[in-house]
Nanobody
Framework: QVQLVESGGGLVQAGGSLRLSCAAS????????MGWYRQAPGKQRELVAR???????NYADSVKGRFVISRDNTKNTVFLQMNSLKPEDTAVYYC???????????????WGQGTQVTVSS
């Protein structure tokens, strides 16, 4: 069984910063991709940023230049540094991991429970 545990959400004023963390634990052979998604009320879940095991990153256009994703492969942990936050960044942020249980396993997708980020104007 695999668990993803997120932390770091909260309430911040516009222009402020927050850092999200997500730690994966359990029977993990390899985590190929780790990412952050978000879902605002009444909207679909959307990709915020993702990072591969070697460190290749992708960002949503709306967060480029403001957010930075990173990971610690030794601790199966991914981080999201969010700077210059805007009210439109308000959402529940979810951690996602694409991982395998063994060298011959198929890739599986796991989600964290979500952490609320609220940016006040």
């Amino acid at each position: 069984q695999v668990q993803l545990v997120e932390s770091g959400g909260g309430l911040v004023q516009a222009g402020g910063s927050l850092r999200l963390s997500c730690a994966a634990s359990g029977s993990i052979f390899s985590i190929n991709v780790m990412g952050w998604y978000r879902q605002a009320p009444g909207k679909q879940r959307e990709l915020v940023a993702r990072i591969t095991k070697p460190g290749t990153t992708n960002y949503a256009d709306s967060v480029k230049g403001r957010f930075v994703i990173s990971r610690d492969n030794t601790k199966n942990t991914v981080f999201l540094q969010m700077n210059s936050l805007k009210p439109e960044d308000t959402a529940v942020y979810y951690c996602n991991a694409l991982l395998t249980y063994s060298a011959r396993d198929v890739e599986r997708s796991y989600w964290g429970q979500g952490t609320q980020v609220t940016v006040s104007s």
